[in-house]
């Protein structure tokens, strides 16, 4: 299942930010992006994300 990654945008940090079910399409992950938009990495800042912030390292 691919992932994509977001950094964090206080400290840098890469994290997993969206599991993408194998075959989406385009329209699936601009979609599932922009429902879920805000993310806290593990040191505890929490950002807000939109779907160029989403890097496929899949």
Not at 43 to 52: A, C, D, L, P, Q
């Amino acid at each position: 299942m691919p992932m994509l990654m977001i950094k964090c945008k206080t400290c840098g940090e890469v994290f997993p930010g969206l599991y993408v079910p194998e075959g989406s399409s385009t329209d699936f992950k601009t979609s599932a992006t922009n429902a879920e938009t805000s993310h806290t990495c593990s040191r505890g800042h929490k950002n807000e994300y939109v779907m160029g912030d989403y890097m496929d390292w899949s």
